[in-house]
Structures are given as C-alpha cells and as structure tokens.
T-cell receptor
Framework: NAGVTQTPKFQVLKTGQSMTLQCAQD?????MYWYRQDPGMGLRLIYY???????DKGEVPNGYNVSRLNKREFSLRLESAAPSQTSVYFC???????????FGSGTRLTVV | QKEVEQDPGPLSVPEGAIVSLNCTYS??????FMWYRQYSRKGPELLMYTYSSGNKEDGRFTAQVDKSSKYISLFIRDSQPSDSATYLCAMSANSGGGADGLTFGKGTHLIIQP
C-alpha cells in the first residue's frame, strides 16, 4: 500500500546508545518531516526536508541528526540517546502545493 | 502561552450526538487550518482543511474558522463509535512547507458511547 513506512515500530535503548530511525515514502512527495509526540506536549517538529539534499531544524532538534538520502527516504539519528528522548516518533511527507501531511504509523522509543 | 490551545478531554458523548471540538490560537499569521484524527497507536490522518475564515463541510464533518476570534471548530454530526479517537487541530502561516511545519494542538480524546 502506498504511504509512509517507518522502521522499527518499537525500540528500547540504553542511555548513550545510538540508533537510526528509518522512514520511506512511495508517493513521490517532496517534503518530509520528523515529529515527536509526548503526552501533554502534542506533536513537535524535530527536523524537516523540503527536497533531496536539504534539511532544516524544527522546534526541538537538539540531540538529533537527519539525512535525506534520496527523495523517498528520510532518516533520523540519535547519536547518544537520553531518557528525555523517550517518545513516539512520527515521520510525515507532503506533496508540494498540497496542504495535508501523510504520517507513518510511528516508532515507539524507550530510553532507559 | 502555547500558540495553540486545545482541551485534552476526554470528551464522552452518546452515539448519535453532535460533537463540537475546538482550538484557540494566538498567532494571527496562521492562515491554513487542519484537523487530524488519530486512532490509538496509529499516526494522525488528515480529516479536514480550510484556508482563512469560513466553513467547510464534508459528509458528517464541518470545519469552521473564525480568524477574528482566533478560534476554530470541528463539528461531527450523527457521531458513531468509530469516531472515537484523538482529534488534533493544526495550523500554519504558509501552506505547510518551510521549517515551521505545522503547529499542532495537544489533541482532544473523544469517546462515543454506543
């Protein structure tokens, strides 16, 4: 099915470990986004990419890096995980000129 | 003060009732307004979008924007148990591109009782 695919769906990390969250979309969308969702905080933008080769910081970029590998794929890396990064991470994409974002089903990350 | 305020609920209503969900905002630059529905352990899905002030209807759903009051609403008519979800309002000053992305409310958890 067309859409946004995120892997893994669940992950438990120890403090200080690193990992990469993967995101791929097959809708030929231009823009891609990484959000985190925390109870009582709503969705907050971490990084965004308007097109292949470009990335910009969002509201909460500290502790994260991103790579827009090609038009389809946008990965989020935690270099040294901290308990404060325990969250649900959503990747989203948008076709230029359209309003709506298409979200993936999320990655539930716990850092202990 | 957060840019977008939304009552987290839960809001519990009987099946068939009319549901009203609301958000207020402080940034007068917001022009694009959206409502997303999020089922438990799923990603948000776009339900409605409007540009500037006015109403928009789609089936049982009606979105209203009052920019003078900085207030948006989503109405659900003939509510069904399948409407039980968290509803997120979202808005932006541009059409959604740019580093600002969308500014989301925290979401209202809606429960439709059979």
């Amino acid at each position: 099915n067309a859409g946004v695919t995120q892997t893994p769906k669940f992950q438990v990390l120890k403090t200080g470990q690193s990992m990469t969250l993967q995101c791929a979309q097959d809708m030929n969308h231009n823009s891609m986004y990484w959000y985190r969702q925390d109870p009582g905080m709503g969705l907050r933008l971490i990084y965004y990419s308007a097109s292949e080769g470009t990335t910009d910081k969002g509201e909460v970029p500290n502790g994260y890096n991103v790579s827009r590998l090609n038009k389809r794929e946008f990965s989020l890396r935690l270099e040294s995980a901290a308990p404060s990064q325990t969250s649900v991470y959503f990747c989203a994409s948008r076709l230029q000129g359209r309003y709506g974002y298409t979200f993936g089903s999320g990655t539930r990350l716990t850092v202990v | 003060q957060k840019e977008v305020e939304q009552d987290p609920g839960p809001l519990s209503v009987p099946e068939g009732a009319i549901v009203s969900l609301n958000c207020t905002y402080s940034n007068s630059a917001f022009q694009y307004f959206m409502w997303y529905r999020q089922y438990s352990r799923k990603g948000p899905e776009l339900l409605m979008y409007t540009y500037s002030s006015g109403n928009k209807e789609d089936g049982r759903f009606t979105a209203q924007v009052d920019k003078s009051s900085k207030y948006i609403s989503l109405f659900i008519r003939d509510s069904q148990p399948s409407d039980s979800a968290t509803y997120l309002c979202a808005m932006s000053a541009n059409s959604g591109g740019g580093a600002d992305g969308l500014t989301f409310g925290k979401g209202t958890h809606l429960i439709i009782q059979p």
